[in-house]
């Protein structure tokens, strides 16, 4: 990893075809000597529906700027008690981890199941 910190700067990026690997996920292409970030800092940008003058007096619209966060679940997954970790995923909206495993190997078996 870099030492310098804020040295490499992540790239999100979208695959061009709806069937590739990612599934319309976006993705980070990360170089072997970086980690993958923590926290992901990304800016909404929504036009207000007003305009200013630009430098050469055409009407430029005005964007509304707000910076949200995004963090890497499974740093805190290491860093929350089973308990803080289930209230985080409450509040993003996901069931607790053990409902959502136990959903899941229903899914991987009722996959398999069907491909026999």
């Not at 529906?49 to 995004?70: A, F, I, K, R």
């Not at 997954?77 to 995923?89: A, F, N, Q, T, W």
Request: glycine residues 6%.
């Amino acid at each position: 990893m870099s030492n310098r910190p804020n040295h490499w700067i992540p790239e999100i990026c979208y695959e061009e075809n709806e069937e590739g690997i990612t599934s319309n996920i976006p993705f980070i292409n990360v170089p072997p000597e970086e980690a993958m970030p923590k926290v992901v800092f990304i800016f909404e940008s929504k036009e207000t529906g007003e305009v200013e003058p630009g430098t050469d007096g055409s009407d430029l619209p005005v964007y509304e700027m707000n910076l949200h966060q995004y963090a890497d679940m499974e740093i805190l997954k290491e860093g929350l008690s089973p308990l803080e970790y289930d209230r985080v995923r409450k509040v993003l909206g996901l069931e607790p981890l053990l409902t959502a495993i136990q959903k899941g190997k229903k899914i991987t078996n009722s996959v398999r199941n069907s491909l026999s």
